[in-house]
C-alpha cells in the first residue's frame, strides 16, 4: 500500500469517526424522530422506518432561512445526487417534511416552517469543548441559567 492509499484511508476512517459522533436525531430531536418514523410507517415506507430510528444530524442546510430547520444525516454531496434519488413527502400535521433519499439511505431531511426545533438543532450542531477546554472553562455565568449560546 502506498502513501496515497494510506492518506485516504486515513481520511475515511477520520470521516467514520466524525459520521460516529454526530448525534442521533432521537436524542437531540425526539419528537420528530418519532413523528418521522410513525410516518414512514403509515407511507408503507417500513424499511426508511427502520433507518429513520438511527439517523445522525451530520450538519444543517446552512441556507440560514429563519423557516429552514433541514439537515444533513449524511455526508453533504458534492452535485446532484444522481441515480437512486427519489424524494418522499411526509404529510404531517403541520410544517413541511421531505426526505432525500438515496439507494435506500436517508440523506437529508427537509424541515420547514418548525421553528420550535432550530435552538435544539443548533445545540446539536455546537462543536463540544475538547476536555482540556472544558476543565478551563470557568462554568455558567450567574443567571445565566437555561440561556442559549446561539450560533
Given at each position: 500500500?502506498?502513501?496515497?492509499?494510506?492518506?485516504?484511508?486515513?481520511?475515511?476512517?477520520?470521516?467514520?469517526?466524525?459520521?460516529?459522533?454526530?448525534?442521533?436525531?432521537?436524542?437531540?430531536?425526539?419528537?420528530?424522530?418519532a413523528e418521522l418514523?410513525?410516518?414512514?410507517?403509515?407511507?408503507?415506507?417500513?424499511?426508511?422506518?427502520?433507518?429513520?430510528?438511527?439517523?445522525?444530524?451530520?450538519?444543517?442546510?446552512?441556507?440560514?432561512?429563519?423557516?429552514?430547520?433541514?439537515?444533513?444525516?449524511?455526508?453533504?454531496?458534492?452535485?446532484?445526487?444522481?441515480?437512486?434519488?427519489?424524494?418522499?413527502?411526509?404529510f404531517a400535521d403541520?410544517?413541511?417534511?421531505?426526505?432525500?433519499?438515496?439507494?435506500?439511505?436517508?440523506?437529508?431531511?427537509?424541515?420547514?416552517?418548525?421553528?420550535?426545533?432550530?435552538?435544539?438543532?443548533?445545540?446539536?450542531?455546537?462543536?463540544?469543548?475538547?476536555?482540556?477546554?472544558?476543565?478551563?472553562?470557568?462554568?455558567?455565568?450567574?443567571?445565566?441559567?437555561?440561556?442559549?449560546?446561539?450560533?
Open positions: 500500500m502506498d502513501q496515497e492509499d494510506r492518506d485516504r484511508n486515513r481520511a475515511q476512517e477520520q470521516e467514520l469517526d466524525r459520521a460516529r459522533a454526530a448525534p442521533l436525531v432521537r436524542d437531540a430531536l425526539p419528537a420528530l424522530a418514523v410513525r410516518l414512514l410507517e403509515e407511507e408503507g415506507e417500513r424499511e426508511l422506518s427502520i433507518c429513520a430510528h438511527d439517523l445522525r444530524i451530520i450538519e444543517d442546510c446552512g441556507c440560514g432561512d429563519d423557516f429552514c430547520q433541514s439537515f444533513y444525516t449524511e455526508r453533504r454531496p458534492t452535485g446532484p445526487y444522481g441515480p437512486g434519488h427519489r424524494n418522499v413527502p411526509l403541520r410544517g413541511y417534511l421531505i426526505l432525500d433519499v438515496v439507494h435506500g439511505r436517508i440523506m437529508f431531511v427537509e424541515v420547514l416552517d418548525r421553528p420550535e426545533l432550530r435552538p435544539a438543532l443548533t445545540a446539536a450542531l455546537a462543536p463540544s469543548p475538547t476536555p482540556a477546554r472544558a476543565a478551563a472553562s470557568p462554568g455558567p455565568v450567574a443567571g445565566a441559567e437555561g440561556e442559549h449560546p446561539g450560533p
